[in-house]
């Protein structure tokens, strides 16, 4: 089983930055994607950025040239540099993962969010 934890959420004001993290832990996988969706209130859940382990960043185009996707491969960890924030930015942000394990191919798994707050 994979689990994917994330941290590096909080209370912000506009203008603000945050930096979320999510490790990737379990036992023989292999990631293809991960990436950050977000949700707000009375909203359905978004894609936001996702990286692929060779290295390709994709982004919503409302956080192009403010969020930044990074990766970690030896630790299994994505990060979302999150700068010049929006009180719109207020969700809770996902970690999402692909990933193949056990001989299962592009398995989807999620986090349990994390809650960012920009104040205006």
């Known amino acids: 089983q994979v689990q994917l934890v994330e941290s590096g959420g909080g209370l912000v004001q506009a203008g603000g930055s945050l930096r979320l993290s999510c490790v990737a832990s379990?036992?023989?996988?292999?990631?293809?994607?991960m990436g950050w969706y977000r949700q707000a209130l009375g909203k359905q859940r978004e894609l936001v950025a996702a990286?692929?382990?060779?290295?390709?960043?994709n982004y919503a185009d409302f956080v192009k040239g403010r969020f930044t996707i990074s990766k970690d491969n030896a630790e299994n960890t994505v990060y979302l540099q999150m700068n010049s924030l929006k009180p719109d930015d207020t969700a809770v942000y996902y970690c999402?993962?692909?990933?193949?394990?056990?001989?299962?191919?592009?398995?989807?798994?999620w986090g349990k969010g994390t809650l960012v707050t920009v104040s205006s």
């Open positions: 999402n993962a692909n990933i193949d394990t056990r001989g299962y191919i592009g398995m989807n798994y």
């Open positions: 379990g036992s023989r996988f292999a990631i293809n994607v």
């Open positions: 990286i692929t382990w060779g290295g390709s960043p």
